[in-house]
């Protein structure tokens, strides 16, 4: 094993504690070359396609991504804004309001950052990063409220997988999952309210979370579940009747059954069944990207419309709702018992280090 080269001596070093916010991944441009590079990541990892090795190599190197990025692309394209990736934008904006946020209740040194599963920045250069900041506890907090192996558990893979490579291991926690948490419910009704009041109500909620295939539920994935408490919970705290919520998947890839009702087939039933007014949430995706942004607002829309429905609205994703921001730091400092503290002297800190350092040097240290 070769591992990855330390930084500087870490004697008399300020030691911090990390919080790592990450979501799936973006590419770099809405262009065909950047798509090819960033789907390969994705569609390489074998917990996102569970398909034996050698027949998926044949089918991705050989069709899919000879066809689809530029497809993906022209998509991309639709909804890159100025800044860049929408989805980029809003996690980096996310993780800075959670700096502030944490920073109004945290004494002892601290550090956030974002990294994406797949593209830049990525999770193995960004953990480096920390940990040469000084950083040896930290947190990984994916964006994703409801567990999936295709999504929280391949960023946990990456995160452990840079782990076996460093000598001097930073302590790591995971968040698995909050899909129930009081904090994001309440930021979700909050958000949905929010948009109401500006807007008026609709004849009928859609909530759209993102699908997996059918087998990964049958094999023991607790994601269907999650998104299914997730809505009744969300259901409950706008006061709803079920009978004016529906609960559905998108994002279907291949050829394989996925779990159901799918959302465009869903938009399709409730044009031609006259639904005067849909409005649709993705409670699923903390931030919005190309799944909301384009698949929904856009693709939805027309589909719903183009079935006989008068009025569609897509709610924008939690983004950097204060509510959102909030429920982000309360589930944050939930998993950082004992890590941190809200008194801390630093100067009294600074001495003890700068003595532990002497003490090193003169046993032999290197500086």
């Known amino acids: 094993m070769s591992y990855l080269k330390e930084p500087g001596s870490p004697h008399g070093q300020l030691f911090r504690t990390g919080i790592l916010l990450v979501n799936l991944g973006t590419p770099e441009a809405p262009t065909p070359k950047a798509l090819r590079t960033y789907l390969k990541e994705f569609l390489s990892d074998p917990r996102v396609v569970e398909i034996p090795r050698a027949v998926w190599w044949l089918i991705l190197n050989g069709i899919i991504l000879n066809t689809r990025p530029k497809k993906s692309a022209a998509k991309y394209a639709a909804i890159w804004t100025p800044d860049g990736s929408p989805l980029k934008v809003h996690t980096e ?12 209740r945290i004494a002892s040194p601290f550090m956030v950052d974002y990294a994406m599963r797949y593209g830049q920045p990525s ?12 950083c040896d506890r930290i947190l990984i907090l994916p964006a994703y409220p409801q567990y999936a192996a295709s999504s929280t558990a391949t960023a946990f893979d990456a995160a452990f997988t840079w782990l076996q490579k460093v000598r001097t291991q930073p302590a790591l926690r995971t968040l698995k999952h909050y899909h129930d948490h009081p904090a994001y419910i309440h930021a979700l009704a ?3 309210r929010d948009y109401w009041q500006m807007h008026g109500r609709p004849d009928l909620l859609l909530l759209s979370f993102h699908g997996v295939p059918r087998y990964t539920l049958e094999k023991g994935d607790p994601y269907h579940c999650e998104c299914q408490k997730t809505g009744r919970l ?3 705290a706008l006061g709803l009747d079920p009978k004016q919520v529906r609960l559905t998947f998108q994002s279907r890839f291949g050829r394989a059954e996925w779990i159901k009702p799918y959302t465009d ?12 007014r ?10 919005d990207c190309l799944e909301t942004l384009e698949e929904l607002a856009m693709e ?3 589909t719903f419309l183009a079935a006989g429905g008068k009025a569609f609205h897509y709610i924008p994703a939690l983004n950097e709702h204060p509510q959102w921001i909030d429920a982000l730091g309360h589930i944050a400092l939930e998993n950082l018992g004992g890590w941190i503290a809200d008194t801390w002297d630093r100067d009294a800190d600074e001495q ?3 003595a532990g350092k002497n003490r090193a040097l003169a046993m032999g240290a290197r500086s």
């Open 93 to 104: 904006k996310q993780a800075k309001l959670l700096k502030g946020w944490l920073g109004e």
């Open 123 to 134: 999770i193995p250069d960004t953990l480096a990063r920390m940990k040469a900041a000084g």
């Open 190 to 192: 909050t958000n949905i």
């Open 234 to 236: 969300l259901t409950e």
């Open 265 to 276: 087939r869903t938009l399709d039933e409730l044009g031609r069944a006259g639904t005067c």
């Open 278 to 287: 849909v409005d649709v949430v993705a409670p699923g995706f903390t931030a």
């Open 300 to 302: 939805g829309r027309a």
């Open 352 to 354: 003890a280090r700068q």
